[in-house]
């Protein structure tokens, strides 16, 4: 059995902790806690609304000086002449639910929090949000802007210094082939960040994990001039108290600060030692894992329905494992794997950085100029949300929505086609980037035709599959009959 479902299969235990149903979750490897000395970036992106989600990648774009980029709520920066390339998740519509990979192998996702800041209105108030604050704009910015993850992290700083937080909180995952960063931001203009260790693993929840810090040393931890001396002000930590300072106890709402169970779940997996539930001591930031972890193991780590995967309650929308591998190449040693709809039901494929287009069953054609702006987000077309069997992401929720009528009963069959077909594709992982890493000192364009070519035939076998599991179980007719 492959070991991308042993876990799904083999694990039961659902913690009921409070946790948000429809809040993401991550988990992040550093490059010497990897089997391929990748830095590995996991992540579950849930909702509660039904959704639709579109893929695809949008290349360099240039820009017209002096020109100004748009926020979403009023506020306006400075255009740089170029924007780097990325492949793109974009939920449309949504605030907080988009993930992105440069052509640096700049990867970001963001997972809900929630901070004991006063309200929107309040900070704007007092000056503490200006120009309308910053929210959707800080994943783009990144992607269209940060070279590594450490100018990813200090670009997020410097823009939430700048304009302030619109919402109540977020963790902020960034990585890239040499190290990964923990970013948590808290309504208003504080921030804090953190490095992974090179040589361990790090699982988010929808809860801030960063704890006790040491700005004395930046290469590791970072945060906004005056984290501490408003905490202190605002009666969240006392000095006096002799106890050091710890951001998550200090801003974090006080009913969130107990151990979290998907966090608890996931090191467990992780780490191979079982605990106690719930445990004494509070959560560790980071794991040192029991063996290299692989893609598999992520996905493994992302799937199972005991820890912080909640597929179950038809909240994921996707998962995703950006596999940024250093040595090579960025646009063919960094690969963007995600799954179509929830990740139980779906298979993992690979798109490389390099691919210059995804298939327009994923993602609907466009100016890319128009693709990116605001309106377009937030004012999509409403017909990309009717179902339309044609498309990749229908056709995986059709699957689910069949599956889900008898699920003991048929998501074996589900599985077993899905972890042969992952199999397959991690073995010709290694003969196509073999053949992409031949031409590229000569020809790159060819190379990055064949990896265009290769992800987009498999993504096409991952809907023809659909389809015939589908078929498999009963002839549909429509959603929800």
Known sequence: MNDLWKVLLGSVLILTTGAAASACDAVVVGRLASADGSVLLGHNEENALDRVIEFRKIPRLRHDLPGKVNLKRGGQLDAVPETWAFLWSENPGLEYSDGYLNEWGVAVVSIQCTSREDGYDALVARGEIRDGGIGYMLRRLVAERARSAREGMELIGQLVERFGYADSGRTYALADPQEAWVVEVVRGRRWVAQRVPDDMVVVLPARHVIGEIDLADPANFRASPDLIRYATERGWFAPSSGRPFNFRLAYQTPDRTAPEGRQFRGQ???SGKPGSWPPKQALTFAVRPRKPLSVADVAAVLRDPGGIAAFFNKTTQEAAVFQLRPGIPAEIGCVYWRTTGRPDISVLTPWHV?????????????????LVSLEQHFQAPAEIFQPDFSRAWWKFKRLAETVDRSYSARIGTVQKSWSAMEASLLHEQTRIEAEALSLWPSDPNAARALLTRFCADRA??????????????????????
């Open 268 to 270: 467990e997996i992780v």
């Open 354 to 370: 390099a691919v210059t287009a995804t298939l327009e069953m994923y993602a609907r054609r466009g100016d890319p100029q128009r």
């Open 460 to 481: 096409k076998n991952a809907c023809d599959e659909a389809d015939k599991l589908t078929e498999t179980f009963f002839k549909p007719t429509s959603i929800g009959r």
